[in-house]
């Protein structure tokens, strides 16, 4: 009976702990800062704290405390996507089972080195601490140079999940896992569900998405899991994941139509498994790049990769023997099975050797994996040794190089679509290719379901049409007034326009008929491209007649420093004449910082001309960092031009970027770029341009093609022009002895000078 007796006692004790748990978890409605500080400081475990819905500007959070995992402390917002973080907001954790949701930053940007940090100091640090249903959204340092992270995990066994990241313009890796200190090494972080959207091409290094270690910590062990994460059009710079610490492991992420590639650029013992690959032969898209020891990659799935060289489909790089921590060990002991290969356009087997990295992969398998290719040849480029790799179980739909030929059986494959979750799974009676355990992700199983995903860009013509008045009123107003991705016709007439017009969205302006639209302007520049601008112009005659008599005009021009959103120009059929009132009237000029996805002239004629048509040369520090990715110039006649008809710069030793690239095909040049203020005297001018491709064009009594190749192994092609008059191309390398690497072919040279 006593028994009995204790026992029920116990049980109401028990009820009573229970009970004062309870009321202790308090939950908080907080609508200030101040409010906030007032709680903060005093956090127990089970405690939420919610934000009250709206914007919140300048508001540094710093949520510390310690909870428990049973009861965690929360901070929320009152309605999950409906608290607005803006100004110079950011987020930091320190401490034990906090638990961070429901915030939205975006318009502005971290004062800090972080938007989200998991340590409050270099002492504090967050542990079992979960960033879950987060947005940040294009939450950028005005100037594109300055760099942060936008998360930064520090500590160990956290959590960044659920979470939506999309539009980083600015300098800075986007998701960092830091081990630059003890309490955040073997740190067990999981980094899941998330999507990675749009994040635009950089322009240099330092536009990695997500980077795990650093070189210098790179021997040390993370253990940080990345699994079920969405990477749409990453494209920052050549490396989307950049791996730099040891026992870290990616399975089942998507990369769709991402340029670049995940990397294993140091440490060793990584585990990359199931993850699925998609390009849709999108130029720059990339797979997996294999450097250091023991890693393991198995069950991936790769398809419709373009990329080459270090940004191919897949990559086994050479080392470097007895290399620098900050150098490439050699590959030891890598297992590489069970990946499917298709039509992936280049493996690169022992990429990158060299003088300095000679050491070529040992000890390594690649074994039942399916290489399937729909075009004639197979896929593979052998820059070394590669008898450290051995071969077996592979199937391919292609003969296969001899020295691999003994590990391949060769198969006239079909690929099996019927179950797409699980992607083609090979009719392969070898067993070889991908297997999965679970089906592949899709876009919306990541993020938040409460914050769209929108597309990266706005398409050129994509919007309303608007009919344009005769006057030049009628056309101020339409501009205004136009959404991103309309269209504005003008009615024929001339236009004088008396101010600069500022492009800050995407535009098209055209005549319904080429000869009946005539723009002028009495600024030193017509348009102006600022962030978000991007501009198209068809049939339209433009005219430097009315510009103010002063050296230096430009007919389109961008900001003139510290563009962060990267823009595109278009323009064809269009007239461009009298750009002479003065000396150097340039047609297009760049900015400083300014960066162009696509610069495009086409069936352009421009006559008489002081400048010079497309200037993309103002980054001269040689840092890596260029003006603009592809320049094409097709079918434009260009007459008097005086300067260059393109001044193309790309200085610096940094490999991180896949540009610029430039197209010229089918164009004609006459008495061009023989002005005495063109000091580089050539017509077209490159310099560090990494692929170029100039063919079919005619050159007329011009200065010469002048082509400067540095880093990155060039491609350049000079085919099928003919030169009048004109000194034939001259190409300098500027980095590596020996002949210049460029292909000049079939080029015809005629002069009029008999002696
Ligand atoms: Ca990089």
Redesign the pocket.
């Known amino acids: 009976m006593r028994i009995v007796n204790m026992f029920r006692m116990n049980i109401i004790l028990l009820l009573m702990v229970n009970l004062s748990c309870d009321l202790a978890a308090k939950e908080y409605l907080i609508d200030s800062p101040q409010a906030y500080l007032d709680v903060a400081g005093n956090l127990s475990p089970g405690d939420t704290v919610k934000l009250k819905n709206g914007v919140w500007q300048d508001f540094e959070i710093l949520l510390m405390g310690k909870g428990t995992e049973s009861a965690p402390i929360t901070l929320t917002a009152e309605t999950k996507g409906q608290v607005i973080l803006s100004g110079n907001s950011n987020l930091r954790l320190a401490g034990e089972y906090l638990v961070v949701s429901g915030l939205v930053f975006k318009n502005g940007y971290t004062p800090s080195s972080a938007v989200i940090s998991f340590r409050r100091n270099k002492d504090e640090f967050a542990y079992h601490s979960r960033v879950t249903e987060v947005v940040i959204d294009n939450y950028n340092n005005p100037d594109k140079q300055e760099s942060d992270y936008w998360v930064a995990l520090y500590g160990r066994h956290n959590r960044l999940d659920h979470s939506h990241i999309v539009g980083k313009r600015n300098k800075g890796v986007t998701v960092a896992v830091r081990l630059n200190s003890e309490n955040s090494q073997q740190n067990h972080h999981r980094i899941d569900h998330n999507y990675f959207g749009y994040r635009p091409t950089f322009g240099s290094?330092?536009?990695?998405t997500l980077r795990i270690g650093t070189s210098h910590f790179s021997l040390t062990d993370s253990h940080t899991l990345v699994d079920n994460n969405f990477f749409e059009h990453t494209n920052g710079?050549?490396?989307i994941i950049?791996i730099k610490s040891g026992k870290n492991i990616l399975r089942n992420n998507v990369f769709y139509e991402a340029r670049g590639t995940l990397t294993m650029r140091h440490g060793n013992g990584n585990i990359i498994e199931e993850n699925v690959f998609l390009g849709n032969n999108v130029p720059h898209t990339g797979g997996i790049r294999v450097i250091n020891r023991d890693q393991i990659i198995r069950n991936n799935y790769l398809e419709g990769l373009t990329g080459y060289r270090f940004g191919s489909g897949f990559t086994v790089m050479n080392g470097v023997p007895d290399s620098p921590i900050n150098r490439y060990h050699q590959v030891d002991n890598a297992i590489i099975e069970h990946n499917t290969f298709l039509n992936v356009q280049h493996i690169h087997l022992a990429a990158g050797s060299d003088a300095e990295r000679s050491a070529p992969p040992v000890n390594s398998v690649f074994r039942n994996n399916l290489v399937i290719n729909d075009s004639h040849s197979h896929p593979f480029a052998i820059f070394d040794d590669i008898s450290g790799i051995s071969f077996s179980g592979n199937v391919s739909n292609r003969a296969v190089p001899a020295s691999m030929q003994y590990g391949f059986a060769v198969n006239n494959i079909e690929m099996n679509n019927a179950n797409s979750d699980m992607l083609g799974t090979a009719l392969s009676p070898e067993n070889a290719g991908a297997t999965r355990r679970a089906p592949i992700l899709k876009k919306q199983q990541t993020g938040v379901n409460w914050y769209p995903k929108t597309t990266a860009e706005t398409a050129f013509n994509s919007g309303q049409q608007h009919h344009v008045k005769p006057h030049v009123n009628s056309l101020l107003s339409t501009l205004e007034q136009a959404k991103s991705g309309d269209i504005l016709v003008l009615a024929p007439g001339t236009y004088i326009v008396p101010k600069l017009i500022s492009i800050d969205k995407t535009l098209t302006l055209k005549a319904e008929h080429k000869g009946t639209v005539t723009l002028a302007f009495e600024r030193t520049a017509l348009f102006e491209i600022v962030d978000g601008g991007s501009l198209l112009l068809e049939k339209l005659t433009l005219s430097g007649q009315y510009s103010p008599d002063a050296a230096g005009n430009s007919v389109i021009r961008t900001k003139k420093w510290g563009l962060l959103h990267n823009y595109r120009f278009v323009m064809r059929q269009c007239d461009i004449e009298q750009l002479d009132v003065n000396h150097s009237f340039h047609f297009f000029t760049t900015g400083k910082g300014a960066f162009a996805d696509n610069v495009e002239l086409s069936e352009n004629t421009f006559n008489g001309i002081t400048g010079d048509i497309l200037q993309l040369n103002s980054e001269i520090e040689d840092l890596g960092i260029y003006n603009a990715e592809y320049v094409t110039l097709h079918g434009n006649s260009f007459s008097q031009v005086q300067g260059a008809i393109i001044k193309l710069y790309r200085g610096g030793t940094d490999e991180?970027t896949f540009g610029p690239h430039f197209t010229m095909t089918n164009n004609i040049l006459k008495y061009s770029g023989k002005g005495k203020r063109n000091k580089q005297a050539a017509s077209v001018y490159l310099h560090g341009v990494q692929v170029t491709d100039i063919n079919n064009n005619t050159f007329t009594n011009s200065a010469p093609i002048v082509l400067e190749h540095t880093v990155g192994e060039p491609k350049s092609v000079i085919i099928g022009n003919q030169f009048h008059n004109t000194p034939a191309p001259e190409i300098r390398e500027l980095r590596v002895n020996g002949p210049h690497t460029a292909i000049v072919e079939h080029n015809t040279f005629v002069s009029d000078d008999k002696r």
């Not at 290094?205 to 990695?208: A, D, K, L, T």
């Open positions: 290094n330092g536009g990695e710079e050549v490396e950049s991180s």
